[in-house]
């Protein structure tokens, strides 16, 4: 097989490219048409690949026979192609693929196969749970057709059995990507070899496998997986003909969600094991069947969001996977669905339970500023498979499964289509590269906590790095509100082992384009700690001056892609006194970085609560900052430690955010309702006076609006702006007498004239 008519395919990529170039929407027949031109160059790109791996094949220790899966996936989309049009030269091209892939085999010296157990029945042609599905699936399509002659026919069919019985030597469980693959490779097999004396087997493995995965939740907080195990929950649905699938709330979640993280690249951001805009052809593909299925505009919107941003203008690069992957696209898109764009801005995505995911927006164009907040934990479910996962291979340096120790971590901030803060993608080598990178928490945008005290002369990244075993935690929202001026959440880690409770609060204020970052420190047993506060960039712009508390940092290379520089990032530590701050190089993604830092080493006592405040400002590239640094000052705050406060001075306007550090400050002693007074957990702040867990200001001239929740009063100047009312308590615990007082309001906003 060889590369076809070169005149003829440069003209077809050219009529193509202009097509996608031209398209204002893609419907059915783009991605089709892309399918096709993308044919003839994964022709060119397998006879490559398959060259390179006769000429330097190695057996690996960790993977054992591991044959090129180029030609699969090239026979997976001749077959596919074949399908959709009819044309035998693709059944010709897929049947030779799939009946010669055996011939790898005689690569793999007989040492290697004597060392493994699992290859005493034969080494089999597929090793690779990803390319058994793909492989089946194939010969499905093109069983019928005269290419598949009798000595091909029995080639593939021995290739599909072989590889078929060698998953029984580990069949991996559990609601995750390599168990549902699994699942739908093995189904396939049974239905390709109905008459197989292991068909049954295999078909009944392949419902316990994908039982963990029909109607649950995924275990794996890792972007890259989510669609890869959607969409193989999908084609399994579709083998075994059952689409009650899509009737379980469970299944009807996952495609909200993806829609509701897309960030202004026009893909989602990465969170735990990822690699920038990877899986995007699976996400378009999966929010397409959504579409179809649910009839839902936004899905449908999300799908071709994703596919104007990534697919580009050139077939060439689109590859054989992505191509196949886009037949089905063709084949499950709905063109007679009109898309409509999200209207949520600032939200929880989609919930506090599974997702566990905030995102701040101002909207959905490129150029908006987006920032994504994980404080997501391995949660309670899927536990006896996350155990499994543990018991069977070495995954102790991960969060369950494929996930980091990126809880209340901010994976993405963009503004202005400039990246500005990003996360660390995949490992560079197994388990996890040196020292735990890259799923350790010091490669985060998070703080980070040791229960030792670091010399103030020791470099802190050498202070800071482990082995990289994961620090088991819990996480919980406390709080998420979008009010007029202003959005926040408040997170908290739970971290019984080293011995501290971090909330995490994020305002966001919006006409300003600031995020203002408290961090909160609660020590649960006395000693000696080190806390942190980290953000990465590949970039400090400046100052040079020593103290100057800030930096000026740029993300310009996030692997192969380079952002625009539109903007930079200021990174502004308003508490001073003892803590140091600096930076250090970082190697993450493969690639040398700059972690800016601020931390505090010292001891303390059970209850204490230490504290850092931090501002991003996104801002033009070249921009003096010091006029910003200088609008940015701590409030002063009559109870060191109780509360933390900010004020925002530009012009006659004057900001003020407030926000207690202990929830529970106001608990009094005595067991009695309401066991909270405006006086056992007020604060003052500056001019404001209140017991508020959290609370905004915008005062100009003689006017205030204000922003509060979980408050019984307000006051600024020692002028009452907002009391609750008195109320009488009857039912009391313990047989007391009758309580009296206000009780908490949930939120409120409101304006007042000054007096």
């Excluded at 063709?330 to 007679?336: E, F, I, K």
């Excluded at 909330?503 to 942190?532: C, E, H, M, P, W």
Aim: hydrophobic share 35%.
């Amino acid at each position: 097989m060889t590369l076809r008519n070169i005149p003829v395919l440069v003209a077809t990529l050219a009529v193509l490219a202009a097509v996608v170039a031209e398209q204002p929407r893609p419907t059915r027949q783009t991605y089709l048409d892309l399918a096709i031109a993308a044919y003839e160059p994964a022709v060119a790109a397998c006879e490559a690949h398959v060259k390179k791996w006769t000429e330097e094949y190695e057996p690996h220790y960790s993977w054992g026979y591991a044959p090129p899966g180029g030609p699969v996936w090239l026979a997976g989309l001749a077959a596919s192609l074949y399908e959709l049009t009819g044309e035998d030269r693709y059944a010709e091209d897929a049947a030779e693929l799939l009946a010669t892939q055996d011939r790898f085999k005689k690569y793999l010296p007989d040492a290697v196969r004597r060392q493994r157990p699992e290859y005493a029945p034969g080494v089999p042609t597929m090793t690779d749970f990803f390319d058994l599905s793909t492989f089946t699936h194939a010969y499905l399509r093109i069983r019928d057709n005269s290419a598949v002659t009798a000595e091909r026919r029995k080639r593939i069919e021995q290739s599909i059995a072989e590889s078929a019985d060698f998953m029984l030597h580990y069949p991996e469980w559990g609601p995750m990507n390599r168990a549902i693959l699994r699942a739908e490779g093995l189904a396939l097999a049974a239905q390709a070899l109905p008459k197989h004396e292991h068909a049954p087997t295999w078909r009944k493995l392949a419902a316990v496998l994908a039982s963990d995965s029909w109607g649950r939740w995924e275990e794996e907080d890792a972007s890259i997986y989510h669609p890869v195990w959607l969409y193989s929950l999908l084609r399994y649905a579709d083998i075994i003909e059952d689409q009650t699938l899509y009737a379980r709330l469970t299944t009807r979640y996952y495609f909200s969600y993806f829609v509701h993280l897309l960030c202004p690249t026009g893909m989602l951001p990465e969170f735990g094991d990822a690699r920038w805009n990877g899986s995007w052809p699976l996400y378009l593909v999966c929010l397409e069947r959504g579409a179809s299925e649910y009839q839902d505009p936004e899905l449908k919107w999300g799908a071709q969001r994703i596919f104007t941003a990534m697919a580009g203008d050139d077939p060439a690069a689109t590859g054989s996977r992505t191509a196949l992957v886009l037949t089905d696209a063709y084949r499950w898109a709905n063109d007679d669905i009109q898309p409509v764009q999200p209207s949520a801005l600032s939200e929880e995505v989609l919930e506090d339970a599974v997702g566990r995911k905030i995102v701040f927006r101002n909207g959905w164009q490129p150029t908006s500023t987006y920032l994504m907040l994980n404080y997501a934990d391995e949660g309670n479910f899927a536990r006896v498979p996350r155990d499994f996962l543990r018991h069977t291979i070495p995954v102790e340096e991960e969060k369950m499964h494929h996930g980091h120790s990126d809880e209340n971590a901010i994976c993405l901030l963009m503004s202005n289509g400039s990246v500005l803060l990003a996360e660390a993608g995949y490992r560079d080598i197994m388990p996890s590269g040196p020292y735990g990178a890259y799923r350790a928490d010091y490669f985060h945008n998070r703080l980070v906590a040791r229960q030792q005290k670091r010399g103030r002369q020791q470099p802190l990244y050498e202070f800071l790095r482990h082995s990289g075993a994961y620090r088991t935690v819990a996480t919980e929202k406390l709080d998420f509100f979008k009010f007029a001026d202003v959005d926040m959440s408040r997170t908290r880690i739970t971290d019984e082992r080293t011995g501290y409770a971090g909330d995490r609060v994020v305002v966001y204020l919006k006409a300003d384009n600031i995020f203002l970052v408290f961090d909160i420190v609660k020590i649960l047993g006395t000693g000696y700690y080190t806390f942190s506060t980290l953000w990465h960039g590949t970039t400090v712009l400046g100052p040079q001056e020593q103290g100057a508390h800030y930096y000026v940092t740029a993300v310009e290379q996030i692997s192969h892609y380079q952002p625009p520089q539109t903007e930079a990032l200021l990174i502004s530590f308003l508490q001073h006194g003892i803590r140091q701050d600096g930076t250090f190089p970082i190697k993450r993604r493969q690639q040398d970085e700059t972690a800016v830092y601020q931390t505090s080493s010292s001891h303390y006592y059970a209850g204490q609560v230490e504290t850092f405040v931090t501002a991003l400002v996104p801002h033009a590239r070249g921009t003096d900052v010091q006029p910003i640094v200088s609008t940015l000052q701590p409030l002063e705050v009559d109870q060191p430690r109780a509360g933390l406060g900010v004020r925002v001075q530009r012009g006659d306007q004057v900001q003020y955010i407030c926000v207690k550090t202990d929830l529970m400050k106001d608990i009094l002693t005595e067991n009695v309702r309401p066991r909270y007074t405006f006086e056992s957990g007020r604060v003052k702040y500056g001019p404001i006076e209140t017991d508020a867990s959290f609370l905004y200001a915008r005062q100009i001239g003689d006017k205030l609006s204000y922003s509060a929740a979980n408050m019984v009063q307000i006051r600024f100047n020692d002028q009452p702006i907002f009391a609750a009312r008195p109320n009488t308590y009857t039912l009391q615990p313990d047989d007391l007498s009758t309580g009296y007082g206000p009780c908490k309001w949930r939120y409120w906003e409101d304006e007042v004239t000054l007096p």
